[in-house]
C-alpha cells in the first residue's frame, strides 16, 4: 500500500525529532508513533476553504515535515504508514467509525483511518494511530489484545468487542475518561484492509461535504509532554497533565490566526478564514 520512493525518511525522522534505532522492532514502532504523535498538530485547514488535501508523499513531506503544518487523519496515518514501511515493518490500512458522542455505531460511516502492523517476532499485530483529533487518542500504539489495559502519559486504553451482524469481529478502541471514571468507545473497526485509493475517496469526501464537521469550522488538536491545546471553532482550551481545564472564547480572526500560529506552530494561509 504504502510506496516509499517518493518518501523522504530522514527528514520525517529529523522532524519528528526521532534519533533512535531504526530497526523493524516493536521499539522503534513505540518510539517512533510517540514522537510524532507528540510533534505534528492535528489541523483541517484545507478543507475550510473546500480542497482537500494530498496524500501524495512528496506533498505529506513538504507540508507537514517541511512546512509549518499539521494536518487530519489520513495526513497523519499515511504519513506514519510510509515511515513505517520504510523501517521494514508490515503495514495495513483499516477504516473505522468515529463512535465518540455518536447515538449508535451505525450513525457513522467509516471515515477513520488507523493502521494495522505487524511486527517481526511479535505474534500479536499493534493498532496505530497518530491521526484521532481528541483527547482520548493514543500516544503509543497498542497490540490489538481483548481486554487488557494500557496506561501511559496521562491517558488509559484498552479493546473491546461490539456487538454487530458482520462476519468479521467489530473491536472498539476505548479510553478511560477520568472524570467520569468510566470506559468511553472513541471508534470501532475491523480488520478488513482498506487500500490507498479507498482513503482517497474517505478524504475527499470528508473534505468537501457541506455536511462534514471539517468542512464548516476550525478544528486543531495539538499534544505535548505537559498540555494538551485544542481550537473548536472560536473556542480555545487548554488541559494540562493534571488534568486542569481552562477555556475561553476568541474574540477575532486576528486573534484566532495568533492563537493557531503560536500556540499550534501553524502557519495559516492567507486564503483560510479561521472563524468565517
Not at 95 to 108: D, I, T, Y
Not at 137 to 165: N, Y
Request: proline share 7%.
Amino acid at each position: 500500500m504504502y510506496e516509499t520512493e517518493r518518501f523522504d525518511l530522514d527528514a520525517y525522522l529529523e522532524r519528528i525529532g526521532w534519533d533512535g534505532a531504526r530497526h523493524a522492532d516493536l521499539a522503534t514502532l513505540h518510539g517512533v508513533h510517540r514522537a510524532h504523535a507528540l510533534s505534528l498538530p492535528f489541523e483541517n485547514l484545507e478543507p475550510l476553504t473546500g480542497s482537500a488535501p494530498s496524500l501524495a508523499p512528496e506533498d505529506l513531506v513538504a507540508k507537514l515535515v517541511r512546512g509549518r503544518r499539521g494536518g487530519y487523519c489520513y495526513e497523519h496515518n499515511t504519513l506514519l504508514g510510509l515511515a513505517l514501511t520504510g523501517l521494514g515493518l508490515t503495514v495495513t490500512g483499516l477504516a473505522g467509525r468515529v463512535v465518540l458522542g455518536a447515538p449508535s455505531v451505525e450513525s457513522r460511516p467509516r471515515t477513520h483511518m488507523m493502521l494495522r502492523v505487524s511486527v517481526p517476532g511479535e505474534p500479536t499485530p499493534y493498532l496505530a494511530d497518530v491521526g484521532f483529533g481528541a483527547t482520548g487518542a493514543l500516544l503509543e500504539p497498542l497490540p490489538l489484545v481483548l481486554g487488557a489495559e494500557h496506561e501511559g502519559a496521562g491517558r488509559r486504553h484498552r479493546f473491546a468487542r461490539l456487538p454487530h451482524d458482520g462476519p468479521l469481529d467489530l473491536w472498539a478502541l476505548q479510553a478511560y475518561d477520568f472524570t467520569t471514571q468510566d470506559w468511553v468507545s472513541q471508534y470501532a473497526f475491523t480488520e478488513e484492509p482498506f487500500a490507498a485509493s479507498d482513503f482517497e475517496v474517505f478524504n475527499w469526501h470528508v473534505a468537501t461535504n457541506p455536511r462534514s464537521p471539517f468542512t464548516r469550522r476550525p478544528y486543531l488538536q495539538r499534544t505535548t509532554g505537559e498540555r494538551h491545546l485544542a481550537l473548536d471553532g472560536a473556542v480555545f482550551t487548554e488541559i494540562l497533565a493534571d488534568g486542569t481545564v481552562t477555556a475561553h472564547t476568541l474574540d477575532d480572526e486576528t486573534e484566532a490566526r495568533r492563537v493557531v500560529e503560536e500556540e499550534f506552530g501553524i502557519v495559516v494561509p492567507e486564503e483560510v478564514r479561521l472563524l468565517g
